[in-house]
């Protein structure tokens, strides 16, 4: 009867779990494996360190994996036969010398059992055999053999050689990584859905709860200081070198007493652990995952990784706990700028955790705003926010719910401050009844922005006294930036200038915003950008000669940046979750729709396409609606989008546009023309709900979101392209004819005559059109297909007449096709022009074609 062992026996061949085992030789520890045949070989290291690959190595090099036997520690068969003594009598029975037995994953073993494997090792030993043995750290009990060959985790990270031979993109991808997990083999060879797989093998392998609680902390913070863990010892052993020599990917450095752990997410390390995290529970302080995952995300906090943050609190703390720790967090999550990963994380909790704190859904407002989400009807707010606060907290959320045009109106924040005003005046004098008032100044800094910026400015300079640094300057600039849009869209109405007889105040107030900014330069991000911004806008806007010190202009440039990457994130999530939406209904049916945690609001249709057509004319459309062309009555509006269409989603400075714009202007009128003519096309393709998502302005250079916008020039590469290169698909031929006769019939922006960028852009396109005309034709003849390419032949002439390979490509087809009277008459046309316009002659070329016309005529028979 076949017993396990000779079962195992490979024959020649991969056992079949490791059949499809992509496999790097690793000469060098080969070579070392071989040094000491007559002693057991042990390669003891975490899953994801390519033991099992060296295992296979050493037994395809040396035996070519015959007279080899592959035992799988993890069957039940190998504990039964262990138990039964059956692994060492047929290692004795075993004739072929010699013989490899491996012994893969050797499971955590008891004393009586250890002590039987030793046995079974000595006979392999002794029946003139080799043994290798792989296990994890935890399941290495065998340290009484002195005379093995021990290859730990440490010894298995790649050599200098070894990265070298990597792929190029691999080491790049390795080079972003922390210096003590670049060189694990499971991260240089394998793909992240494995990297993850391994970290789940991982977490299963360790054994003693303390040093799996030690890695989750470890790999939540990714990085950090060893205090924490260096007074506890496991064994007598320090935890600290413990780690260090048994998991390189956490990257336990002793002498500096730092970690830096291989990237994995938060989610992933919760999937990984989450089958122990009941067990974990025990060894932290309260009794409860939630407390180390609280205490993570806090000190994450602390360091300035708040996407992480959020990351953790959303993966491991429980719905209620979540939201307290958002609400707790909010302020300095906007101060930051983290403002995607806080409102996934608001979209993860139930409505019954949202509604155990009612503030959230103010922050979840005041985020939407600055994402350029749309506001979410499913949850209206209060004209009142739900909790008693300072002011600091209130002017800071309310500020930018009013963004929502028409969502807030100024007449409920006047009505709310009245309220708030007639509470105070209660004669008590208490607490409350001061914080009602400074509310009421809050509201009515918001109110009065409907009334002008001179208002706005007044009620902002009385709250100076009274808000934080980080309310002061988010609700200044929003006053800011309302009132410069304001006067740009009066200005490109030519209706008279906002801002006349402002005076003082709004000068104090820029004044006074400069000064915060000097005053605390860092300590809080996202404010100082979102003020940095407004300032640039009134001062471009003619409103204010205060100007920002450049120091802190450029410091703000990068939180810019990221909020612009956090809107492009938020704008392709909710399209894939809206591309996702009917297969998640096809396949949860009404399940699906129980789930309270999925956001209402990401299921709405947001941000259409807006397709910019710019041949034949401007012709703009929003979705399936087309705007109005009275939106674009001014030519300079419209030649401003055409430019920044044409540049195909790239950045245009500033002064760049001015340069193009306005060439004889001064720089200052060139940038005020610039800001109103801004305002005017932000303004025409703002949605219905406010806001315009296609346009993307930065400190020093505006864009158009390209990932939004759909455009004919699209349509006209793909057709030069089908022209020149391919043969058609749909429609053939008389599809790209349809296609040139209909949307690409015009030029481009025909109605600029005047703008030398245009120009040189119309002439540019219109050569490659008919390089593509021509050479369409010419394939056409040479295949046969005449009547086809007559069609482009004809076309290419008709769009330059002053292209005689277009005349020659036309008498091509025409001779071809029996028409030389025609083809004659396109010979005289060609040298008509030619001698007319340009003094010269057409070419041999063309004399030849024509002389081949002539030649063929053959004389009447009588």
């Not at 290419?796 to 091509?812: F, H, P, Q, T």
Request: net charge negative.
């Amino acid at each position: 009867m076949p017993t396990y062992v000779s079962q195992s026996a490979c024959a020649g061949v991969r056992p079949p779990h490791l059949v499809s085992l992509s496999l790097l030789s690793r000469p060098a520890h080969v070579s070392r494996l071989l040094r000491e045949r007559r002693v057991p070989r042990f390669i003891v290291a975490p899953a994801g360190s390519g033991k099992t690959s060296l295992a296979l190595d050493y037994a395809e090099t040396v035996f070519s994996l015959r007279n080899v036997f592959w035992l799988d520690g993890k069957s039940p068969c190998f504990l039964r036969d262990l138990d039964n003594g059956t692994i060492a009598r047929k290692v004795g029975s075993i004739s072929e010398k010699p013989f490899l037995l491996v012994v893969d994953d050797v499971p955590v073993l008891d004393s009586d059992r250890a002590e039987r494997f030793e046995a079974a090792i000595d006979a392999v030993i002794d029946a003139g055999g080799e043994m290798v043995v792989a296990c994890a750290p935890d399941a290495d009990v065998f340290a009484r053999q002195t005379d093995r060959v021990l290859l730990d985790a440490s010894d298995l990270l790649l050599s200098d050689d070894e990265f070298d031979a990597l792929a190029p993109a691999a080491q790049m991808a390795l080079a972003q990584m922390p210096r003590g997990s670049r060189r694990v083999a499971g991260f240089a060879w394998g793909a992240p859905s494995q990297a993850v797989l391994r970290l789940e093998l991982l977490a299963a392998e360790v054994s003693d709860p303390r040093e799996r609680l030690s890695v989750l902390a470890m790999l939540l913070l990714g990085e950090g200081g060893l205090d924490e863990w260096g007074d506890i010892t496991l064994d007598g052993e320090p935890l600290a070198s413990r780690l260090r020599k048994r998991y390189p990917l956490l990257g336990v450095e002793e002498d500096l007493g730092s970690f830096e752990s291989a990237p994995f997410a938060p989610a992933e390390v919760h999937r990984a652990f989450r089958s122990h995290l009941a067990e974990l529970a025990f060894c932290c302080e309260g009794k409860s995952i939630d407390g180390l995952a609280e205490r993570v995300a806090d000190r994450l906090m602390a360091q300035g990784r708040c996407e992480r943050a959020c990351g953790v609190a959303q993966a491991f703390l429980a719905q209620v706990k979540r939201a307290e720790w958002l609400a707790r967090n909010a302020s300095e999550l906007l101060d930051r700028g983290c403002l995607l990963p806080a409102s996934d994380l608001f979209g993860s909790l139930t409505r019954a955790a949202r509604a155990s704190r009612k503030e959230l859904l103010v922050d979840q407002e005041v985020r939407s705003a600055y994402l350029e989400f749309p506001p979410d009807t499913a949850e209206e707010p209060p004209d009142a926010p739900p909790f008693r606060g300072s002011c600091d907290a209130v002017a800071r959320l309310l500020a930018q719910v009013a963004r929502f045009h028409g969502r807030w109106m100024p007449e409920a924040f006047e009505r709310a401050a009245e309220a708030l005003e007639d509470a105070r005046c209660d004669g008590s004098g208490s607490r409350a009844s001061r914080q009602h008032g400074d509310l009421a100044r809050a509201y009515r800094v918001i109110a009065a922005a409907s009334q002008g910026c001179a208002c706005a400015a007044s009620e902002w300079l009385s709250l100076r006294e009274k808000a934080g640094r980080s309310s002061l300057l988010l609700l200044g600039a929003w006053v800011l930036e309302a009132a410069a849009e304001r006067k740009g869209e009066e200005a490109a109405a030519q209706a008279e200038p906002f801002g006349i007889g402002v005076g003082r105040p709004l000068d104090d107030m820029c004044a006074g915003m400069v000064g915060l900014l000097c005053d605390g330069s860092g300590s809080a991000p996202f404010p100082e950008a979102m003020a940095c911004r407004a300032l640039g806008l009134t001062l471009e806007s003619g409103l204010s000669p205060v100007r920002v010190p450049p120091g802190i202009a450029q410091g703000c440039h990068g939180v810019e940046l990221g909020l612009y990457d956090q809107r492009r994130r938020a704008l392709a999530a909710r399209a894939e979750e809206r591309r996702d939406a009917p297969r998640r209904q096809r396949r949860g049916g009404a399940a699906e729709g129980t789930r309270e945690r999925i956001d209402a609001a990401s299921a709405k249709p947001w941000a259409p396409v807006l397709t910019v057509n710019l041949f034949g004319g401007l012709d703009v459309s929003i979705g399936s609606q087309k705007v109005s062309p009275q939106r674009f009555a001014r030519q300079k509006t419209k030649t401003l989008l055409a430019l920044l269409v044409l540049n195909r989603g790239h950045e245009l400075t500033r002064d760049k546009l001015v340069e193009l714009l306005w060439p004889e202007s001064s720089v200052e009128s060139g940038r005020r023309n610039l800001y109103c003519n801004w305002s005017s096309l932000k303004k025409a393709l703002s949605l219905e709900g406010g806001g315009c998502p296609y346009l993307v302005r930065q400190q020093q250079a505006l864009s158009v979101d390209s990932s939004l916008i759909a455009t004919d020039l699209e349509l006209f590469d793909d057709v030069c392209h089908a022209l020149l290169f391919e043969k058609p698909g749909y429609g053939g031929w008389a599809g790209l004819h349809g296609q040139l006769s209909t949307a690409l019939s015009g030029e481009l922006l025909p109605s600029e005559e005047s703008n030398l960028v245009i120009l040189r852009l119309r002439s540019q396109y219109r050569d490659r059109l008919v390089d593509a005309l021509v050479c369409a034709t010419n394939r056409l003849v040479d295949s046969g297909s005449f009547a086809e390419a007559l069609w482009f032949g004809r076309m290419a002439v008709s769009r330059d007449a002053s292209r005689e390979d277009a005349y020659v490509a036309l008498m091509r087809a025409q001779i071809g096709a029996g028409q030389r009277k025609p083809a004659m008459d396109t010979y005289f046309s060609c040298r008509r022009y030619l001698a007319d316009n340009l003094g010269i002659n057409p070419s041999l070329e063309t004399i030849n074609l024509y002389n081949s016309v002539i030649l063929s005529e053959e004389p009447y028979g009588f």
